[in-house]
């Protein structure tokens, strides 16, 4: 067993175990289990994409699924959506400190999430960021099943970009702007896989080739995937081994190409 002590912002001592990894190759490693005590072991890395659960089984009535109840809720095979809110932000607190401590100088978090209604009030869940935001992207998915007769379709995401001060986006995607139009993946057996196109363009943006991507929650290994495909390194974490399986599949594939641009 070896550990590894790493020292944060406020001097406080990190330690966790290296754990070996799930699936290996000369670009890609995958753990399986608990992001919060892989983290630690890490070592640097220039980009962290990541998605985590949304906590939808908590939204509560007055919500914009009105409670409990159909469509709210996204089975995972192990994670239960479904945790107290404050317990929930703690955690999401928790792991973004602890991507943060991984950043290279010049690096970057894009924090995939999405805003929800509670209680009739419009909440974008940047309470969720222990971090300043340096800009957000809206993720339009182009269309949406409404669930309430109370409220607009919530037809769009946001990626909150929380970066060193270096970090800059590579010049020749500043052109995209701050609105993505993007329709959701329909072909991925993992509950909620982000578009293989949102993550090609983070990555093509935020990195350069042979740079190390992160993904704390990784599902399908869709943020590595794209690095893949970018030439980048990448690493994931994921709980569910089912999950493992699918994104060490997926990555062992050969690359597909893809438009970026349009
Ligand atoms: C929204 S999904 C990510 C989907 C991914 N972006 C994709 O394209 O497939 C969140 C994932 O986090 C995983 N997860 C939940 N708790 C976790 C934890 N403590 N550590 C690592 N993974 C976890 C869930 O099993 C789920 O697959």
Known sequence: MVLVVHSDWSNTLLVGTIMKPYYQDKWVTIYHGDCREILPTLEKVDLVLT?????????????????KGKGERIEYLSHDDDMPYEEYRTWQHDILKLCFILLNDAGAIFYNHKPRITDGIFDDRKD??????????????CGMVNFSGSFFATN???????????????????????????????????????????ALRVIASATQVGMIV?????????????????????????????????????CSQSVMELNIDS
């Open 51 to 67: 998605s985590p659960p949304y906590n939808l089984g908590n939204s509560v009535k007055g919500s914009f699924y009105g409670g």
């Open 128 to 141: 969720l960021l222990p971090f300043p935001i340096r800009q957000e992207i809206i993720w339009d998915r």
């Open 156 to 198: 769009t995401e946001r990626l909150y970009i929380i970066a060193k001060e270096e970090w800059k986006p590579n010049k020749e995607c500043l052109g995209w702007g701050e609105v993505w139009r993007i329709t959701p993946e329909t072909d991925n057996p993992h509950p909620a896989p982000y578009p293989i196109k949102l």
């Open 214 to 250: 992160l993904d704390p929650f990784m599902g399908s290994g869709t943020a590595l995937r794209a690095s893949l495909n970018l030439n980048r390194r990448c690493i994931g974490i994921e709980i569910e081994e089912k999950y493992c399986e699918i994104a060490a599949k997926r």
